[in-house]
Nanobody, 114 residues
Framework: VQLQASGGGLVQAGGFLRLSCAASRSINTIARMGWYRQGPGEQRALVATITKAGTTNYADSVKGRFTISRDNAQNTVYLHMNSLKPEDTAVYYC?????????WGQGTLVTVSS
């Protein structure tokens, strides 16, 4: 599975961005998709995941501000990010767990200025 992430950029604190991750195959049967991020000097960490059934999971730091969704018709998973904070600055990676294998996109940079 190849993943193409997009939507990153520079935004002011309090702003909004939507990240997209397009998969190279149908996502109808993909068990779990999601987003991770890696900030400067930090390890890659979970942001949000969504299962095939639509069950979502979020890191505590983004609950109430970020929403993950998937569009099976477009083979795409989205991350809607509201009320962005400078500490959200990171490279965001989309992720797919399919047939017992992890697949990663190339990352998209989100920079939040104060």
């Amino acid at each position: 599975v190849q993943l193409q992430a997009s939507g990153g950029g520079l935004v002011q604190a309090g702003g909004f961005l939507r990240l997209s991750c397009a998969a190279s195959r149908s996502i109808n049967t993909i068990a779990r998709m999601g987003w991770y991020r890696q900030g400067p000097g930090e390890q890659r960490a979970l942001v949000a995941t969504i299962t095939k059934a639509g069950t979502t999971n979020y890191a505590d730091s983004v609950k109430g501000r970020f929403t993950i969704s998937r569009d099976n018709a477009q083979n795409t998973v989205y991350l809607h990010m509201n009320s962005l904070k400078p500490e959200d600055t990171a490279v965001y990676y989309c992720y797919v767990f399919y047939l017992y294998t992890d697949y990663w996109g190339q990352g998209t940079l989100v920079t939040v200025s104060s």
